[in-house]
């Protein structure tokens, strides 16, 4: 099986920082791309930001983190980061990481997702 595991979450003050990480193991032939999502109370699950493992790495933000956030890879480690500066209260949210990858049990590509780790930020 296909397990992603996150790491980082917690509160923080207005301003503040935080670093998510989340590492991919198992059954894996190879990942295409991992990010970032959240859902906050009442509101649909959005994507935060993606990376490629492969093609050069290349990134996606969400509009409202852009100059924020930071994603990125340790591909020998099949792990994501994401680096979170000047945290607002609208950032509170549950982050989920998410990886499409190549299952070696199924031989599908597909959507994997983390069980996601708590973001809060309030004074």
């Known amino acids: 099986q296909v397990q992603l595991v996150e790491s980082g979450g917690g509160s923080v003050q207005p301003g503040g920082s935080l670093r998510l990480s989340c590492a991919a193991s198992?059954?894996?032939?190879?990942?295409?791309?991992m990010g970032w999502y959240r859902q906050a109370p009442g509101k649909e699950r959005e994507s935060v930001a993606t990376i490629t493992i492969t093609s050069g790495g290349s990134t996606n933000y969400a509009d409202s983190v852009k100059g924020r956030f930071t994603i990125s890879r340790d591909n020998a480690k099949n792990t994501v980061y994401l680096e979170m500066n000047s945290l607002k209260p609208e950032d509170t949210a549950v982050y989920y990481c998410?990886?499409?990858?190549?299952?070696?049990?199924?031989?599908?590509?597909?959507?994997?997702w983390g069980q996601g780790t708590q973001v809060t930020v309030s004074a």
């Open positions: 998410n990886a499409y990858l190549l299952d070696s049990l199924s031989i599908r590509w597909g959507d994997y």
């Open positions: 198992g059954r894996i032939i190879r990942i295409n791309a």
